[in-house]
């Protein structure tokens, strides 16, 4: 067991001596492995702050083309299919609903953020600062996908009946159930809408931390500016 923990301190120390030897190389950088550490965790929160946050309001996703859910594959010969009898009104509201579901539900999704970026620690810090530009989206994504959809799901499932979408969407797959010639379907709307949801939550955050990469603009602090100028270096 000690030599277990002896190899885990000595891992640890070489990680954080790699990044601080990498910082070391870069001309006045001045910053040490905590500062860059919290200077990724700013970059993370703005994330959530900038673009997350504009997904939970009316219209968040619906009239947002980086998030707004469509009907899912196995639905589209639905919508095509109460389009030509007319019926198109139907459809669209069934998106429509779809979208108030998740933006009923995303603002479930800025406490389990902020814990997983609590959680940063200066190994993931260095794989973030050198690595591609959706490295921070993607451990945002591994460190929380589960929790968010374990959190996501149920709220979804009843922000269905508070928005009136089951009735809507019950209204919609009876009409087309019962049109002729027409193969009967029951798909399981919770799920499809909860991941479509979290793929829209990651597409968000990505935005935000591309626009910080690239976009000297975006690097609103001088924390901000000090990290990122690392990257730009590397």
């Given at each position: 067991m000690k030599r277990i923990l002896l190899f885990l301190f000595v891992l640890q120390l070489s990680s954080c001596a790699e990044l601080q030897q990498y910082v070391d190389t870069v001309p006045n950088a001045a910053l040490s492995n905590v500062q860059i550490g919290n200077g990724l965790k700013e970059a993370l929160q703005n994330g959530i702050t900038n673009q997350v946050s504009l997904l939970a309001v009316t219209d968040g996703f619906y009239k947002n083309d980086l998030a707004k859910i469509l009907m899912p594959t196995e639905l589209q010969k639905v919508e095509k299919t109460l389009r030509k009898f007319g019926l198109g009104s139907i459809a669209d509201e069934g998106v429509k609903m779809l979208n108030r579901a998740a933006e009923d539900a995303v603002s479930e999704a800025t406490p389990i953020f902020v814990n997983a970026i609590k959680g940063l620690s200066l190994n993931d810090a260095k794989n973030i600062l050198l690595g591609n530009n959706n490295a921070a989206t993607t451990y945002l994504k591994n460190t929380t996908n589960q929790a968010l959809y374990a959190k996501f799901e149920p709220v979804i499932k009843n922000s269905f009946k508070k928005v009136g979408a089951d009735k809507i969407w019950s209204n919609l797959i009876t009409k087309y159930n019962a049109l002729p010639l027409t193969q009967n379907v029951n798909p399981d709307l919770t799920n499809y809408v909860t991941g479509e949801a979290?793929?829209?939550?990651?597409?968000?955050?990505?935005?935000?931390?591309?626009?910080?990469?690239?976009?000297?603009?975006?690097?609103?602090?001088?924390?901000?500016?000090?990290?990122?100028?690392?990257?730009?270096?590397?």
């Open positions: 979290l793929k829209s939550v990651y597409t968000m955050v990505g935005k935000e931390e591309l626009n910080i990469r690239t976009k000297l603009s975006s690097r609103t602090s001088d924390l901000l500016k000090k990290v990122f100028a690392l990257q730009d270096n590397k």
